[in-house]
């Protein structure tokens, strides 16, 4: 018993009240201490004598776990009440947020334009022109390629038509392009997204990784080895370096770009993977692939040596992986397959009448025409002239 004549048992639920509610301290507030109210019947409780407290109503609110604890072994709070009083003040604390896994995590996070610090559109920095058109063309691949944007996004950001963008991007060379829009607002979008802070080329989203995958377990150094392995495949003719070709030159550096997005594969490890299928100790340095990957149209490059050669490494890995042929390269074969020159016989097609499309003679050189002539070229390559007018 205390000096004032108060008395009670930690053990014991206190008053009529529910068992398993008991107020979350057995002794008063200090405010009730000094006022020394009695819940039960308001008897004065400073004056020495003892009293049999009952448990206090609960407030209008109806959080009843501010007022009482569970009693249980391990002193565990009872759950919180699902359900709030309109009228109360206090509002539901929010679920916490799943956590993501590591393998869902998203590469990419660009800022939202609020949190970014504004650009005028005025703004003269904008106006600096410092990249080539090669350059810019480039940079717009990249950021294609990184999934921040679609083309279609893209065009509408730097506030150009699809046909001026495609003009544009089909174009070569350091010069070629500068009076295009699609270059001069270009180099205007890229800028600003540096003066932003922002990278002008957001990196790649990395691809899922497939758990217990054949390639689990190696390095990316072990991937990129077993990816430029041809094995032992041979083709006819290969040694002689007269493997006829079935592709265009676009058609190639469609799969030379989407073979280089592989982990762990550089333009130095394909350059070598090529090079072993050229003929004598001919070789394709970074230098020539990064040329030919440089232009564009069916027959532009067709002399280069990372055309012939990256076509026998792409079907001898194509062989390896036991792939069908897809449906351009159906149609190349019928077209400059195996007695296929007679009356279909275009520029493209060897010289020799072999099959196969012209690799060796440049079909891009300057040639003689007759005022009335025109040059055709179509998706699969093929040249003809064409007699205009009478």
Request: aromatic letters at 6%; hydrophobic letters at 30%; a neutral charge.
């Amino acid at each position: 018993m205390s000096s004032s004549g108060w008395s009670w048992d930690p053990a014991r639920p206190l008053g009529d009240g529910d068992v398993n509610r008991l107020w979350p301290s057995l002794m008063p507030s200090a405010q009730n201490s000094a006022n020394g109210i009695n819940a039960t019947n308001g008897t004065n409780g400073i004056n020495g004598y003892h009293h049999s407290f009952s448990a206090p109503p609960y407030p209008d609110n109806g959080n009843e776990n501010e007022y009482a604890v569970a009693q249980s072994p391990n002193g565990a709070k009872p759950a919180e009440s699902p359900k709030q009083s309109p009228d109360s003040d206090s509002k539901p604390a929010k679920a916490p947020a799943p956590r993501k896994r590591k393998s869902d995590a998203v590469v990419i996070e660009e800022p939202s334009p609020e949190d970014l610090p504004e650009i005028p559109d005025d703004d003269p920095r904008l106006e600096e022109v410092d990249q080539s058109c090669n350059q810019i063309r480039s940079k717009i691949r990249r950021f294609i390629e990184s999934g921040v944007m679609k083309v279609g996004e893209f065009q509408t950001a730097i506030d150009v038509s699809a046909a001026s963008y495609r003009r544009f991007m089909n174009q070569t060379g350091v010069r070629q392009g500068e009076g295009s829009d699609a270059y001069l607002n270009a180099c205007r979008f890229f800028k600003k997204r540096e003066l932003q802070g922002l990278k002008a080329v957001p990196p790649k989203k990395k691809a899922r990784s497939s758990i217990g995958g054949k390639d689990a377990g190696k390095t990316d150094k072990q991937k990129a080895a077993d990816a430029v392995d041809t094995g032992d495949v041979k083709l006819e003719d290969e040694d002689e370096g007269d493997v006829p070709v079935y592709d265009t030159c676009d058609e190639l550096r469609k799969k030379i770009r989407a073979f280089l997005k592989k982990d762990g594969i550089t333009q130095a490890a394909l350059c070598r993977a090529i090079s072993t299928c050229l003929p004598g100790e001919q070789v394709v340095q970074a230098r020539q692939l990064s040329t030919f990957m440089g232009k564009s149209g069916p027959t532009e490059g067709n002399s280069s040596p990372a055309f012939y050669g990256g076509y026998v490494f792409f079907e001898k890995l194509r062989i390896k992986e036991d792939k069908p042929k897809s449906k351009f390269r159906l149609e190349m074969e019928d077209i400059y397959g195996p007695g296929r020159g007679g009356s279909k016989k275009s520029l493209s097609h060897r010289e020799d009448g072999k099959p196969g499309i012209e690799c060796k003679h440049d079909l891009n050189a300057p040639m003689f025409m007759m005022d009335n002539e025109r040059l055709s070229e179509d998706k699969h390559g093929q040249l003809h002239l064409i007699t205009v007018g009478r």
